[in-house]
Nanobody
């Protein structure tokens, strides 16, 4: 059974930093592309960042580029998202996702096979 468990969400003031992490089990993490998505209240889920397994290529949405950094540790089966210079519009539930069959870095949710339960990130102004 595949499990993706996010942690590290919380509350922070605008301009601050947070790091969210995702621990994976039940899948071959070292050959899975990992992604982060987010969903704010009343809005559709949107892509945030992804990192592939083969050569750690990364991809970011324009809204977070230069502020967020995705990384992975294949030895620990974890993927993390370091979020700096946070803005109120970054407030959302952040979801970890795994794509087990692609070495690309897709930004579309349908490409991902497994999803975590999400962790809340709240940025106050």
């Amino acid at each position: 059974q595949v499990q993706l468990v996010e942690s590290g969400g919380g509350w922070v003031q605008a301009g601050g930093s947070l790091r969210v992490s995702c621990a994976a089990s039940g899948l071959t993490f070292s050959t899975s592309t990992m992604g982060w998505f987010r969903q704010a209240p009343g809005k559709e889920r949107e892509f945030v960042a992804a990192i592939n397994w083969r050569d750690f290529i990364t991809r970011y949405s324009d809204s977070v580029k230069g502020r967020f950094t995705i990384s992975r540790d294949n030895a620990k089966n974890t993927v993390s998202l370091q979020m700096n210079s946070l803005k109120p519009e970054d407030t959302a539930v952040y979801y970890c996702a795994a794509d087990k069959s692609n070495y690309g870095v897709s930004s579309t949710g349908i490409s991902y096979d497994y999803w975590g339960q999400g962790t809340q990130v709240t940025v106050s102004s």
